[in-house]
């Protein structure tokens, strides 16, 4: 783990500014491999569900989309512990015509939250 990686991973707002979070994720989405970075933004996901950082979690978001190649990591976050922004981004896969990710249907993975049944009964991958 590097020193970005830390630092998007371990990020805590002070005083509910997430601006400096912002420079962290340009760096990521900058650098020669911004993948290296996408498990520590989804700890961050994982550790805030219920955020979107202020909008600073859009950007990680859009650079993901951009990118590419976080889709299993995503229905693994998913799984373990939704959050506001693993929904969105489940859902805008959906809404972008993709229905699965691997051999999971996106379709039952929304299903399956609406019902409150819980993820880790569902053996998905």
Request: proline share 5%; hydrophobic share 40%; with cysteine.
């Amino acid at each position: 783990m590097n020193k970005l990686d830390y630092a998007i991973r371990e990020f805590a707002p002070i005083n509910g500014d997430w601006l400096p979070l912002e420079g962290l994720i340009e760096q990521a989405f900058t650098s020669d491999d911004p993948k290296k970075y996408y498990n520590a933004i989804f700890n961050l996901f994982e550790r805030y569900p219920e955020e979107d950082g202020s909008g600073v979690f859009w950007s990680a978001l859009h650079g993901m989309e951009a990118v590419g190649g976080y889709e299993e990591l995503l229905l693994m976050y998913f799984c373990r512990r939704p959050s506001h922004m693993t929904r969105t981004m489940l859902r805008r896969i959906y809404n972008s015509g993709q229905t699965h990710i691997g051999k999971v249907a996106i379709a039952t993975l929304i299903s399956i939250e609406k019902d409150a049944t819980p993820l880790s009964s569902h053996k998905t991958f």
